[in-house]
């Protein structure tokens, strides 16, 4: 199974930077797009940046300029630099990743989320 655990979240006042770290574990086989998505109170989830396997990136425009997403295939892990914070990126973010996995029927493919981290930008 793949699990994904997010750290690196807190309080920060506003023009602070943060860094957001994902860690991806299990059976892995191959890990394709990896992403760090936020969710506000009384919001829908939306898409922050998204990474693929080849280093391809995209960002919401509200957060382009300010943050940067990154990986380390060999480590297994995702990362999204915020500087420039703004109270309204205030929300719980969630790291997401998708490919395939071992199990004992063979590979399978796979979508996880983690457990998310709250990030808090005073004004």
């Known amino acids: 199974q793949v699990q994904l655990v997010e750290s690196g979240g807190g309080l920060v006042q506003a023009g602070g930077s943060l860094r957001l770290s994902c860690a991806a574990s299990?059976?892995?086989?191959?890990?394709?797009?990896m992403g760090w998505y936020r969710q506000a109170p009384g919001k829908q989830r939306e898409l922050v940046a998204t990474?693929?396997?080849?280093?391809?990136?995209n960002y919401a425009a509200s957060v382009k300029g300010r943050f940067t997403i990154s990986r380390d295939n060999a480590k297994k892990m995702a990362y999204l630099q915020m500087n420039s914070l703004k109270p309204e990126d205030t929300a719980v973010y969630y790291c997401?990743?998708?490919?395939?996995?071992?199990?004992?029927?063979?590979?399978?493919?796979?979508?996880?989320w983690g457990q998310g981290t709250q990030v808090t930008v005073s004004s």
């Open positions: 299990g059976s892995i086989f191959s890990i394709n797009n």
């Open positions: 990474i693929t396997s080849g280093g391809i990136t």
């Open positions: 997401n990743a998708n490919g395939s996995f071992q199990s004992t029927f063979g590979w399978r493919s796979y979508d996880r």
